[in-house]
């Protein structure tokens, strides 16, 4: 592992969810407020869904074998498939709590509890959100700036309760509604780490800056002639990425000059790149 700071911002994530949790739930069993309770349990799920990332962190290291010639970085992926089914069960439980209470038309009387424990879980999820987002960037960790995210959207969520506590005692209905838009909030945040993930496990098309950056890397080779690289493929594993692509050589080129240029070509473009490279000559025409 490169770094161990993913493993102590996913551990930090669950220890400060589990707190956070105890705090609000008090908070929303005190108020009988199913916003209250409903971010409660997100904030939770949080810690289980950082629990999944850092078992798919740990899998995800392990050395390539006889069965998976690629390593296991896919594991972190998969961990955040696992991020998405969570956050999923638990904006569906709480939006049938949201209509049941709005149809039943509770009232709810928050306290002073009810603010300091929004407030306080604003700004520590705000700077976890940070933290988890800054590390997975740095470190390349899908499942990580995921988390961070589901951090963030947890601050939001807090914010909009916050403020519908300050009219809670003038709208029957705020509660009912507070819970809906946590639901909402949920739903998105699942749908965002669902897609991204789902598009990187199906196999995503190479983007135009790495295109331009092995192109620029084709003047370091010191050849007169073009190379003309072109034919893309790219498969990410976690850290672990492969790309091939093709060349074009002169055909009366012998076979070992073609094949020194493009092994040049590959340590340069693995060096500037950090990938593995395979290049395919063609013969020109």
Known sequence: MKSKSPIIATWSSIVLNVLLFILKFWAGVVSNSVALLADAWHTLSDSFSSLAVLIGLKYSHQPADKNHPFGHGRAELIASLVVGVL????????????????????????GSLAIWATAISIVVKEVMARYSIHIGKKNRYNSL???????????ITSVII????????????????????????????TYGIMKDTISVLLGEAIDKEMVNSITACETEV????????????????????????????PGHFSLEKAHDIASKYERIVETKLDVCVTIHVDAEE
């Open 87 to 110: 956050l999923a069960v638990v904006g569906f439980n709480f939006l049938v709590e949201s209509i049941t209470k709005f149809r039943d038309r509770e009232i709810v009387e928050f």
């Open 162 to 189: 916050l403020i519908g506590i300050f009219f809670g005692s003038k709208i029957w209905w705020i509660d009912s509604f507070l819970g809906l838009i946590v639901t909402a909030m949920i739903f998105y945040t």
């Open 222 to 249: 010191g050849e007169s002639i073009s190379l003309n690289p072109h034919h893309f493929k790219i498969h990410t594993y976690g850290q672990h990425t492969e790309l091939t692509f093709h060349i074009t050589l």
């Open 145 to 155: 700036v995921a988390d961070g995210w589901h951090h963030r959207s947890d601050s």
